[in-house]
């Protein structure tokens, strides 16, 4: 009798022990039972803890999808875990695998350099890494990568191996998918540049100013000195009137230049504060000046190989006028608070409504900075001195501002036209721009509905104009009409939004502009920020 029991000790401690018991003859005819007791606990947690540590495994081996495997050399019969017979496709209750079946899940065309990877591995007793295919039943492909270790006996030579196979077919496949779609981007990409660069060429051939409205000799005489001076790299200075176009002239300068993939960085020198100007045009390294809490990049530095506009280059102040002639001498500077020399290749266009030459003889513009600027000068002329390109400016506003603002404007009354032909446009094209679209806005039908008693024909030489320039008289009342017409079309706005600044369906948005955009101007014009009586 051999037998396995509990039994409790006299401290009531619990053992397993083993009972091994036979009769034994007595006096040749009486038999006694000798058993022999043995305790086993011990062997029994020991036999626990292995079953606990290979269920384990087994369940780690499932999660991973990897297998454990041993290979003898000699016989080639083989040892696979539970999670090894799972991932090739077999029964784990079935015969043991042998090297034959192994290679006969082997895809065909893997199987010469699986078989050469042991042979090889064998002979120079080595570890080994592989990928391979293998074929299932159904005819499915599945990746396999594995690991091999040779154990090698007392004689030297490598008695088996011991190893892992996982299953990464999953991985193989995300890694073609990636690849496949990395391919039908490249190809979305090269089909995007190539359209890109028709849509270009199209547009090219189709008007190369297309912005810029007008067919009038004057502007035809403008839009040729464009031609002639975007191929070089000069300094150009626009002339002209406030509301002309100025910053039209100097982006189609610099699209038409081979600077034109480049970036184009302007600046107004008159809205920013004196103080401000110098860090505007050159950066400033942290810790600078109060309130420098972070180093800033300059516009010369942002606008290396592309090009600078510089509208009201007037205003900058006689300090700062060297350090500009010098990065057009030297193209050279340095940030503030910074002792090292940067460099830049930016073109400079600049443009002003002041007579600069008048400002050098009145020693408030360096002559050095003026004639260094003056390398090409073009002079914008007054929208009055190019009534024949009113009617086409007029139609292009119309039919902008009605399919931004979505109305049906499509016809302009001649007496309107007429009213808007002969009228003096002291703001240019700026004032013709906010006058049609304050029309566009009150406009409730498809007729243009112009304000024309405001409009009334002035002469220009009414004794108050000298050489083509408006006295100060005349330029206040341009600023005031400016002012008044855009005063009335945010008034107007305001109201059709109930006096709703944000938002998407804000006055701001309507208007095209940001919500801080609209703020400062209504401050500046006087409109509350809420309907009052006024």
């Known amino acids: 009798m051999n037998v396995e029991t509990i039994r409790r000790r006299k401290d009531g401690k619990l053992l397993t022990v083993s009972l091994v018991a036979a009769p034994v003859s007595v006096d040749g005819d009486r038999s006694e039972i000798y058993g022999i007791y043995r305790d086993i606990t011990g062997r029994k947690q020991a036999e626990e803890r292995l079953r606990r540590s290979e269920a384990y495994l087994a369940e780690g081996q499932r999660l991973s999808h990897t297998g454990s495997w041993a290979r003898c050399v000699s016989t080639g019969e083989l040892y696979w875990s539970r999670e090894s017979f799972r991932i090739f496709g077999l029964n784990p209750e079935g015969p043991s695998p042998t090297s034959e079946t192994f290679l006969r899940r082997v895809h065909p065309e893997d199987q010469g350099m699986v078989r050469d990877t042991f042979e090889n591995s064998t002979v120079r007793r080595s570890d080994f ?174 606008a290396n190989q592309g090009t600078v506009f510089l509208d009201e280059i007037g205003e900058i102040p006689l300090e700062l006028q060297p350090k500009l002639l010098r990065v057009l001498q030297e193209r050279e500077f340095e940030r503030l608070g910074s002792s090292r020399t940067l460099r830049t290749n930016a073109r400079l266009i600049a443009a002003t409504n002041s007579d600069l030459s008048a400002m050098v003889e009145n020693g408030k513009f360096r002559s050095d900075l003026f004639y260094r600027l003056d390398v090409f000068p073009i002079h914008l002329p007054p929208l009055r001195e190019r009534k024949e390109d009113i009617p086409l400016l007029v139609r292009h506003f119309v039919q902008h501002f009605a399919r931004r603002l979505k109305r049906n404007v499509d016809s302009i009354p001649p007496a309107t036209m007429t009213a808007l032909r002969e009228y003096h446009w002291p703001g240019n094209i700026r004032e013709l721009q906010n006058v049609i679209e304050r029309a566009v806005i009150v406009s409730t039908g498809s007729v243009l509905n112009v304000a024309t008693a405001d409009l009334k024909p002035r002469n220009p030489l009414n004794g108050r104009e000298k050489n083509g320039e408006l006295q100060i008289a005349d330029l206040r ?27 998407p369906n804000g006055a701001a948005s309507r208007l095209g502009i940001k919500r801080s955009t609209l703020q400062y101007r209504m401050r500046r014009l006087g409109i509350p920020s809420k309907r009052e009586s006024f």
């Open 129 to 302: 890494e592989i990928d391979y295919r293998i074929t299932m039943d159904e005819g499915t492909v599945r990746h396999i990568h594995a690991l091999g270790h040779p154990v090698i006996n007392a004689s030297g030579e490598v008695s088996e191996f011991v190893g892992t196979h996982m299953d990464v077919t999953e991985q193989v496949e995300s890694q073609a998918a990636l690849k496949r779609a990395m391919e039908q981007i490249k190809q979305l990409r090269d089909q995007l540049y190539q359209e890109n660069i028709a849509l270009r060429e199209e547009i090219d051939e189709t008007s190369m100013f297309q912005e810029i409205v007008g067919k009038s000799d004057a502007l035809r005489r403008v839009l040729a000195q464009v031609e002639t001076v975007a191929a070089t790299d000069s300094t150009v200075l626009i002339y002209g009137e406030t509301g002309t176009g100025k910053e039209l002239i100097a982006r189609a300068i610099h699209d038409l230049s081979e600077r034109r993939a480049r970036a184009f960085v302007k600046l107004n020198c008159a809205a920013i504060p004196t103080g401000l100007l110098e860090s505007e045009l050159f950066g400033h390294e942290k810790g600078a000046f109060t309130g420098a809490v972070a180093q800033r990049i300059g516009r010369f530095e942002l």
């Open 477 to 503: 009342n341009a600023r005031r009409a400016i002012d008044e017409s855009e005063r009335q079309q945010i008034l107007g706005v305001l109201e059709q939004t109930h006096w709703t600044v944000a938002g």
